[in-house]
C-alpha cells in the first residue's frame, strides 16, 4: 500500500539523517555502492530508493550469513517490522543462532535494518552509541519489502515427529472470538478509561474490573483450556493493534483498525502482527510483570514458525514444540514457574488459548493428548499458503428485536460489523449466536463516535433477516434526536461583528455556521482570514488579559474593548453597572447594590480581588472593597470632640509620647492634629504651657 | 473555478477555544442553570439559550449533564 511505503520510507529518512556522516557513507556503501562522492542528503534519498528495488534487495539479502538472513526471514514472517532489539535476540536464538546482537549488527552494516530512534537522539557513529548500556530495550525496524523477500526461502527449521491421522473431531475456531472481545473492552473503555501505571502496567482496581467482567473475564465457551486473565490478553492485543491508545497515564480507544473492514482474513493477520506488543500476559499466568519483558511473544513466534516447518496437514505434539524451544530460548525457562517441566503445558495452553482463537491453529485430542497443526489461514500467513475465502456463508445475520435487543449469529458476523455493532449496541453476551443490546446510552455512543442515525439505521436493515421493528427504529430515532437538544462545543470560534448588518454579511457569504446574537456568530470550520479584517484575536485556553482600567475613584474603569472578551462580559453583569459615557468608551461602576448583588452570588472577597488583578493588573481599590464588604460587622461610633492643632509633626510626636500629656489625648488624626476630650482640655492645657507649648483656643 | 474574491473585508473580533453550551429552547438552558454543580462552571449566558463555560470545565460540565440524563452532542472532541 501507498500509504505503507510512505510510513516505512519517512522512518528510514528519519533513522538514516542522524547517522553520522562516515557511517551514513559506510552504510550506503554496502547497500547499493555509490560510483560518486554523493552529499549525505543523496545517499539517503538513494538508500530509500533502493530498499523498493527488489532485485537489489535479493543480491543483498545472498550475501548476509545465514543467521541475519534467517532473522529477517522470522520478522518477514511476524509481518510486524519493529521489534526491540531482546525479542529478536531471544527469537534468533530460539530458531538456532546463539550469535547474539552480531546477526543483528550486520544487519544495520548492511542497511537492511535500521534503527527507531526517539526524539533527541544525538548522532550515532556507532552502534554502541544507539544501543546505550540497555541494549536489549532498544528497537530496530526493517523494512517490509526487504522482510518480504527474505521469508521466500523460509527458515531451516526442524520436522518433528508429528503424525498423520484422520481426527475424528477437530477443534477450530472462527477467528472472530478476538474481535469481539475487543468490541466488548471497546465498548467498556469508551464508557470508563482504564488508568495504567508508568510501566504500562494495571492498577490493582483495573486488574480486577477486568477478571470480573462476565464477558472478558471468561474463557471463550468452546475453547478446550481456560485463558487465564483472558480480559488483559485482550487488553494486550488491542493495544498493540492501536485499538486502543495509552495517554496521559489511561488506556483510551482508538479508531478500529481500517483493516477490520476489509475482511477476516486481513484482521486475523493484523492481529498476527500486533504479537510483539502483546505485554503483561502470560499463557500459564495471566496477567505477568517482569522486567525482562514477558517471553510470550518470543516464544509464540517461533512456536508458529516450527509449525509452519511441518508438512501439511501433519500434527504435531505441544509437547515436541516445547522440547525444541525450551533448549534453545535463552529467558523463557526461567519464567516457567514449574520449571522445564511446565514448557509442555505452556504451549499447549498458548496453542489452544490464543492461537487457537486467533485461527491459526487448529487442535484435535487422542489418547497421547492434544495435537495441533496450522489451519488455512495459519498456512497463508506463515507458510506462504494461499489465501482462504473467509467470506461470511450469509450476510443477513442480525434479529432486531421489538424490545431493542439484537440477536446477531456468529456464522455472518465480519470483523466490520463487530465494529460498527460494538458503536451502537451494548455486547451482552459472546457465543455461537451473540446478544446485544440497544439503549439510549449505546446509541449515544455510536452518534459520538461518528456514526449518523442513517448509519445506524442501515447497519441494522442490511444485516437484518427479517424486518426492523419500527418501533426500535423509532426509539433509535428518538434517542438521536434528544442528543440534538444540547450542543457542546469544546473549542469554538466564535466571530464578534461590530453591526447586526457585518455578521449578516458574512452568513450570507457563507463565513457563519449559526448565528448566536445580533452581533455574533460561530465559525464554520477553520477561519478564512482573507475575509476578515481583525480588531481584535482572544484566546480562551490562555490567561485572562488585562482590559480594564480603574479611575481615581477606584469603583469606575472603563473597558479596553479590543483587549476584552466574551468572559468579561458575563463577568460585567454580575459585579457592576454601566454608566453613561458621551464617547465610544464603554464604563461601568461598582455601586453598593452591584457589590451586595456578588456577595449573594456567593462570590468571596479573594474571587473579587483575583478578578480586579487578572482584569485591571491593580488590587481591589479601598472603595470598592468598602463596597464589598462595609467594616466588617464592627460598629462606628460618631461623638464631640475638641482637635488640638500643634505646629509641628515633631511637637505633636512629643506630645504624644510623654505620658504626662499623652495620658488627656484620645485618637492622633494626622501628623500636627490630636482628638481631646472635653473634659481633659484644661488640664492639657496647662500641662502644655508648664513645657513651653502655648495653644490658643479657637473662639468659635 | 475559482473563489469569488470578497466584495470587502468584514472588521472582526475573533474569540478561539470558547467552550459553550447551545441548548434547543431557553426552558432547557434554565434548567440546566438550576442545576447548582453546573451553574457553577458556567461563566455567563450570551443569550436565553447559549451558556458560556468557564475555561478548562469543559470536561466537567459534560460530566454534569450526562449524571443529569442528557445526551450531548460533543463538537471539537473531548468528552
Known amino acids: 500500500m501507498e500509504s505503507d511505503r510512505v510510513a516505512w520510507a519517512e522512518a528510514v529518512r528519519a533513522a538514516l539523517s542522524r547517522y553520522d556522516d562516515s557511517l551514513l557513507r559506510s552504510v550506503a556503501a554496502r547497500l547499493f555502492k555509490p560510483r560518486n562522492q554523493w552529499p549525505a542528503d543523496e545517499l539517503v534519498a538513494r538508500s530509500v530508493a533502493t530498499l523498493s528495488n527488489t532485485p537489489v534487495i535479493d543480491r543483498r539479502l545472498r550475501e548476509l550469513p545465514p543467521s541475519s538472513r534467517h532473522l529477517v526471514a522470522a520478522v518477514g514472517l511476524s509481518r510486524n517490522s519493529s521489534w526491540s532489539v531482546g525479542q529478536l535476540v531471544a527469537v534468533l536464538a530460539t530458531i538456532g543462532h546463539s550469535e547474539g546482537l552480531a546477526p543483528l549488527l550486520v544487519l544495520l552494516d548492511a542497511g537492511l535494518a535500521f534503527p527507531v530512534l526517539p526524539d533527541g537522539t544525538n548522532v550515532i557513529r556507532q552502534w554502541e552509541d544507539w544501543l546505550g548500556s540497555r541494549p536489549t530495550a532498544a528497537r530496530v525496524f526493517i523494512p517490509p519489502p526487504v522482510a518480504d523477500r527474505a521469508t521466500r526461502d523460509g527458515l531451516p527449521l526442524p520436522q518433528l515427529s508429528g503424525k498423520a491421522f484422520e481426527a475424528k473431531v477437530i477443534h477450530a475456531a472462527d477467528g472472530l472470538e478476538w474481535p469481539l472481545r475487543l468490541g466488548v473492552l471497546w465498548q467498556q473503555l469508551r464508557a470508563a478509561p482504564v488508568r495504567l501505571t508508568q510501566a504500562s502496567a494495571l492498577f490493582k482496581r483495573d486488574l480486577t474490573r477486568l477478571q470480573a467482567d462476565p464477558i472478558l473475564g471468561t474463557s471463550p465457551v468452546d475453547l478446550a483450556v481456560d485463558v487465564p486473565e483472558a480480559g488483559v490478553l485482550a487488553m494486550g492485543m488491542g493495544m498493540a493493534a492501536g485499538l486502543f491508545v495509552a495517554e496521559a497515564g489511561e488506556l483510551r480507544t482508538g479508531r478500529f483498525p481500517p483493516e477490520w473492514d476489509t475482511g477476516l482474513l486481513p484482521t486475523i493477520a493484523g492481529l498476527w502482527a500486533a504479537l510483539p506488543g502483546i505485554a503483561h500476559w502470560d499463557p500459564l499466568r495471566g496477567y505477568f510483570l517482569t522486567e525482562e519483558g514477558e517471553p510470550f511473544p518470543t516464544v509464540a513466534l517461533p512456536a508458529l514458525l516450527l509449525l509452519a516447518a511441518q508438512p501439511d496437514g501433519v500434527w504435531t505434539h505441544p509437547a515436541d514444540v516445547a522440547e525444541y524451544l525450551i533448549s534453545r530460548h535463552p529467558s523463557w525457562p526461567a519464567a516457567l514457574r514449574g520449571g522445564v517441566d511446565d514448557a509442555e503445558n505452556w504451549v499447549e495452553a498458548m496453542l489452544l488459548g490464543w492461537a487457537l482463537p486467533s485461527r491459526l491453529v487448529e487442535a484435535t485430542e487422542d489418547g497421547e493428548g492434544w495435537w495441533v497443526r496450522l489451519t488455512g489461514v495459519g498456512r497463508h500467513l506463515l507458510a506462504g499458503g494461499p489465501a482462504p475465502d473467509l467470506r461470511p456463508p450469509f450476510p443477513q445475520c442480525l434479529v432486531v428485536q421489538p424490545n431493542g435487543d439484537v440477536v446477531a449469529y456468529r456464522q455472518g458476523l465480519t470483523p466490520g460489523l463487530i465494529a460498527s455493532l460494538s458503536r451502537f449496541a451494548d455486547w451482552k453476551g459472546l457465543g455461537p449466536a451473540c446478544t446485544l443490546g440497544l439503549t439510549a446510552e449505546s446509541v449515544y455512543r455510536g452518534l459520538e463516535s461518528g456514526l449518523t442515525l442513517a448509519d445506524i439505521a442501515v447497519v441494522l436493515q442490511q444485516h437484518s433477516a427479517h424486518a426492523v421493528p419500527a418501533n426500535v427504529l423509532d426509539l433509535v430515532r428518538r434517542w438521536a434526536g434528544k442528543r440534538e437538544r444540547i450542543t457542546v462545543h469544546t473549542s469554538a470560534t466564535l466571530l464578534e461583528f461590530g453591526s447586526p448588518g457585518d455578521l449578516e454579511a458574512a452568513v450570507v457569504r457563507g463565513l457563519v455556521a449559526q448565528k448566536l446574537t445580533d452581533r455574533i456568530g460561530l465559525a464554520d470550520g477553520d477561519v478564512e482570514y482573507r475575509h476578515f479584517r481583525l480588531l481584535g484575536n482572544r484566546d480562551y485556553s490562555a490567561r485572562p488579559q488585562q482590559c480594564v482600567t480603574f479611575d481615581r475613584d477606584g469603583v469606575t474603569f472603563t473597558v479596553d474593548v479590543s483587549a476584552s472578551d466574551l468572559l468579561l462580559e458575563a463577568e460585567l453583569s454580575r459585579v457592576a453597572e454601566p454608566v453613561e459615557s458621551d464617547g465610544t468608551e464603554r464604563r461601568y461602576r461598582i455601586t453598593p447594590e452591584s457589590a451586595r448583588a456578588v456577595r449573594e452570588q456567593a462570590m468571596t472577597l479573594s474571587e473579587f480581588e483575583q478578578w480586579c488583578l487578572n482584569r485591571s493588573g491593580e488590587p481591589l481599590s479601598a472603595s470598592a472593597r468598602l463596597l464589598f464588604t462595609g467594616s466588617g460587622g464592627v460598629l462606628g461610633e460618631v461623638r464631640h470632640r475638641l482637635v488640638l492643632t500643634l505646629p509641628s509633626e515633631a511637637v505633636t510626636d512629643g506630645v504624644c509620647q510623654w505620658p504626662q500629656t499623652g495620658d488627656l489625648l484620645d485618637d492622633r488624626l494626622g501628623p500636627c492634629a490630636v482628638a481631646v476630650s472635653e473634659e481633659n482640655a484644661a488640664e492639657l492645657l496647662r500641662r502644655l504651657a508648664a513645657v513651653g507649648v502655648d495653644v490658643r483656643a479657637d473662639r468659635g | ?79
Do not use: I, N, S, Y
Open chain 2, 1 to 79: 473555478m475559482t473563489d469569488p474574491t470578497p466584495v470587502g473585508r468584514l472588521p472582526v473580533k475573533l474569540h478561539r477555544h470558547v467552550c459553550l453550551v447551545l441548548t434547543e429552547d431557553a426552558v432547557l438552558a434554565e434548567e440546566l442553570l438550576a442545576r447548582k454543580k453546573l451553574a457553577q462552571e458556567v461563566a455567563g449566558r450570551l443569550t436565553d439559550r447559549v451558556l458560556l463555560v468557564r475555561p478548562g470545565r469543559v470536561d466537567a460540565v459534560l460530566e454534569e449533564l450526562r449524571r443529569m440524563g442528557h445526551t450531548p452532542q460533543v463538537v471539537g472532541g473531548g468528552g
